[in-house]
């Protein structure tokens, strides 16, 4: 079986085309859902978690089950909001921004600054391992 040479550019095109998907929902969400600035710290929130969470599951299969558990929870959060009718539709487009900012930052620090970690590029590889117990 053939190994494919560059992992590392197929995770930081994944990332930031995440990111950039990210960022088009958001900006389409504000043409409909005002842009209001009270909410900006969610942002920023949402920024520095997802960077954080992005970062340690680049590492480790813990990281990535970290990542996965409060990926699950925000989802939980959001969906009781809105069934309670207490979800502020306009922290969204703030919320959506944070996470395009911090997918965006990481994979830029630890992509084109810094390598990408060796754990998130042997999950690129063509001929990646099933489990990671070789660590």
Do not use: H
């Not at 992005?54 to 970290?66: F, H, K, P, T």
């Not at 690129?124 to 117990?133: C, E, L, M, Q, W």
């Amino acid at each position: 079986m053939e190994t494919d040479p560059e992992p590392a550019k197929r995770v930081v095109s994944f990332d930031l085309m995440l990111a950039l998907s990210n960022l088009v929902v958001c900006l389409l969400l504000g043409g409909v859902v005002a842009f209001e600035f009270d909410w900006w710290p969610v942002g920023v929130a949402a920024a520095l978690v997802t960077g954080v969470l992005s970062a340690a599951a680049d590492r480790r299969r813990a990281g990535q089950w970290l990542l996965s558990a409060v990926g699950i929870l925000a989802i939980v959060v959001l969906v009781w909001l809105t069934i309670t009718d207490a979800l502020v539709f306009e922290a969204i487009p703030w919320l959506l921004l944070g996470l395009a900012a911090g997918i965006a930052v990481n994979r830029l620090y630890f992509g084109v600054v810094r390598p990408v970690p060796v754990f998130r590029r042997r999950g690129y590889a063509s001929d990646a391992a099933v489990d990671d117990r070789s660590q």
